[in-house]
């Protein structure tokens, strides 16, 4: 984000996945308006290049968010946090539900829906408790795309817990945002022909004529923590790639 503000000077924001695309990218807009941020990874090396590219009075802590007396240890040493955002991901759990290795989508509820809810508890005692969590879930939580009824059921879980949430823990704000497809480092994974090939073809067929960038989501994310009137909501970010279309 290029404007900056001292909207965030004196709050201390942690973002747990904050070593690569939209967890960085949210830190950086947070950082750019003052605040203190702690990003959060799995490797020492990702998370010293992220802190550096982010700037301002950031700082990283190696953490496993799947590891319970590791989020707890975390949180025992963090102070009180303003505004938490959990942007943790998995890969684990798509595919044909015909064919779904259900020890698959096991390892993606590990992957994501456990660890945003356990660092989410966890925090409870150290979140001032006017401040805010955002969670990060996916379109597909609801976008009735063939293959991922097992994304949807990790997603979809989480977004669920919303609503409830911002009720029972009030005043502390609970948001979610769910993004389409974002171009970010998550998608190494696919080659780059093909996920070139993927990206051009979601681009023509999404209103807004391209794939998502993690600033686009971390503009979002902001927003969310920034906005003390919104809470209980679930931030659709796609580009209206997720409209129903009638069919
Ligand atoms: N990119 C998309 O198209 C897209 C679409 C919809 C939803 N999302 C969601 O958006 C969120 C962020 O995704 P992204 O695209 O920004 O992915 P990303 O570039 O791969 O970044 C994920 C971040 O989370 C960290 N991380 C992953 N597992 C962790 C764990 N167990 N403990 C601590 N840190 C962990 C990663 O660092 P380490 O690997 O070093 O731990 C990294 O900093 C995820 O929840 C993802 O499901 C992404």
């Given at each position: 984000?290029?404007?900056?503000?001292?909207?965030?000077?004196?709050?201390?924001?942690?973002?747990?996945?904050?070593?690569?695309?939209?967890?960085e990218a949210a830190a950086a807009a947070f950082a750019a308006d003052g605040a203190e941020v702690v990003v959060t990874g799995r490797d020492r090396?990702?998370?010293d290049a992220a802190v550096a590219r982010i700037g301002g009075r950031t700082?990283?802590?190696r953490l496993d968010a799947a590891?319970?007396?590791?989020?707890?240890?975390?949180?025992?040493?963090?102070?009180t946090v303003d505004h938490l955002v959990v942007?943790?991901?998995?890969?684990?759990?798509?595919g044909p539900f015909a064919q779904l290795d259900l020890a698959d989508l096991a390892t993606g509820f590990d992957a994501k829906f456990w660890p945003q809810v356990r660092v989410l508890q966890a925090a409870l005692p150290h979140l001032r408790s006017d401040?805010?969590?955002?969670?990060?879930?996916?379109?597909?939580?609801?976008?009735?795309?063939?293959?991922?009824?097992?994304?949807?059921?990790?997603?979809?879980?989480?977004e669920a817990m919303v609503p409830p949430l911002a009720v029972e823990l009030a005043p502390l704000r609970i948001n979610a945002v769910s993004p389409g497809v974002i171009d970010t480092p998550w998608w190494d994974r696919v080659p780059v022909e093909q996920r070139t090939a993927l990206f051009e073809g979601l681009?023509?067929?999404?209103?807004?004529?391209?794939v998502g960038r993690a600033e686009d989501v971390a503009r979002v994310i902001h927003l969310l923590a920034a906005n003390t009137f919104v809470t209980g909501v679930v931030f659709d970010c796609t580009g209206g790639a997720n409209l129903p279309t009638g069919r």
């Open positions: 984000m290029s404007t900056t503000s001292n909207l965030f000077t004196g709050r201390h924001v942690v973002v747990m996945g904050g070593s690569s695309g939209i967890g090396d990702r998370l700082s990283g802590y590891d319970p007396e590791a989020v707890a240890a975390f949180f025992a040493q963090a102070g942007a943790v991901s998995g890969a684990a759990g798509s401040g805010s969590v955002t969670l990060i879930t996916a379109a597909s939580a609801r976008a009735a795309i063939p293959g991922t009824a097992g994304l949807a059921a990790i997603n979809g879980a989480l681009a023509a067929t999404t209103p807004v004529g391209r």
